[in-house]
């Protein structure tokens, strides 16, 4: 494991973007899977192969990049690694990226289930308030420590550590069926 840890760290001094991205739509996709055989106990058999690479993408191509470009300007933003810094920036980050993600993550998602406008719109108004209670019972503690206790390049690492419990939620949250 410790092994594992210093190649990634080597890997991360070399690549950071792509690192980040690579991480970001691996661990989309692992919670993804985690979604579908513990939450929703599909069984092996019956994994939804397509949805999971529907939800890798969404990580590779957005989840990546778009949190791995925020912390950069959330770093200009707010200034230092003091306590107080680092309160600041997890109340910028929860309260004025948080909200704008997770509602793009949902009607991305729905769009790439195939949703219609109208179906998004009504998925995004029965979900989105229960997805963004749940990120602040979650996140705001784990943003903290990692604002004052992590370097920049590694933050979206953290983030999707964490995150994969997150995104087995979100996942599933993502994907319910949204006429129920």
Known sequence: MAGLWRSYQVLMT???????????????????????QLIERRGLAHHNVRRTARMM???FFFVGPVI????????????????????????????????????AFLCISGALNGLSVEENVAKLRRDYTDALISNYYLWPPVQIANFYFIPL?????????????????LTWKANKIWWF
């Open 14 to 36: 070399k690549y950071p973007w792509t690192v980040q991205i690579v991480t970001a739509g691996s661990l989309v996709g692992v919670g993804d899977v985690i979604s579908q």
């Open 57 to 59: 993408s969404i990580g």
């Open 68 to 103: 791995g470009s925020w912390y950069r300007v959330l770093d200009r933003l707010v200034v230092g690694g003091t306590k107080g810094a680092a309160m600041k920036k997890m109340l910028v980050d929860q309260l004025c990226f948080a909200p704008c993600f997770l509602g």
């Open 153 to 169: 390049h590694h933050r979206l690492a953290v983030v999707q550590i964490v995150a994969v419990a997150w995104n087995s939620y």
